[in-house]
């Protein structure tokens, strides 16, 4: 099982829509969790961190399950601009490197 | 506010040249690191750094040597550019290994 696995899409939606992307990780003893957003041709930024107990930032929202190993991103009201690739990413253990997914592509159209 | 500088953004070689990529940051982070991003690859942790003085191998090392002489800087060095070298470079840091990363700008190099 790789470490971090994210369905890579596309995923097509309309304005306005709303979509989830899940993301899963292998080790259990992950300590950290970001899911980053990367424009075309451009630097990866951090979009939010994900805690335990779920957070939320505008039409953001990020949930972790730590039983089942998993995180989600939420985007409600879809806006063209969020049309990006969204990259998952965990720290394993501590003392070692963020482990980047290979990120899902969302394309919103009008 | 500068954040995590790379230069140069873009640069063609020819196959055995040899080049730097340089990396600096103005923001005291302690942990530095080079990926390299192919298509349908993502993100390769090549080399890292958690402090001056201490770099070590990440996932794609082969071909790439490093080294922090200074909290600030992190060069990436090819010793000998190969056609699978050709990708986008990204440089980050952040204050720990675990902390939130921030990326340079990128740079494009392409081996011919």
């Known amino acids: 099982r790789k470490e971090v696995e994210q369905d890579p899409g596309p995923f097509n939606v309309p304005e306005g829509a709303t979509v989830a992307f899940n993301c899963t990780y292998s080790n259990s003893a992950s300590q950290s969790f970001f899911w980053y957003r990367q424009d075309c041709r451009k630097e990866p930024k951090l979009l939010m961190s994900?805690?335990?107990s779920g957070n939320e930032d505008g039409r953001f929202t990020a949930q972790l399950n730590r039983a089942s190993q998993y995180i989600s991103l939420l985007i409600r009201d879809s806006k063209l601009s969020d049309s990006a690739t969204y990259l998952c990413v965990v720290n394993p253990q501590a003392g070692t490197a963020l482990i980047f997914g290979k990120g899902t592509t969302l394309s919103v159209s009008s | 506010n500068a954040g995590v500088t790379q230069t140069p953004k873009f640069q063609v070689l020819k196959t055995g040249q040899s080049m730097t990529l340089q990396c600096a940051q103005d923001m005291n982070h302690e942990y530095m690191s080079w990926y390299r991003q192919d298509p349908g690859m993502g993100l390769r942790l090549i080399h890292y750094s958690v402090g001056a003085g201490i770099t070590d191998q990440g996932e794609v090392p082969n071909g790439y040597n490093v080294s922090r002489s200074t909290t600030e800087d992190f060069p990436l060095r090819l010793l000998s550019a190969a056609p699978s070298q050709t990708s986008v470079y990204f440089c980050a840091s952040s204050k720990d290994a675990k902390d939130i990363q921030y990326f340079g700008a990128g740079t494009r190099l392409s081996v011919l």
């Open positions: 994900v805690y335990s």
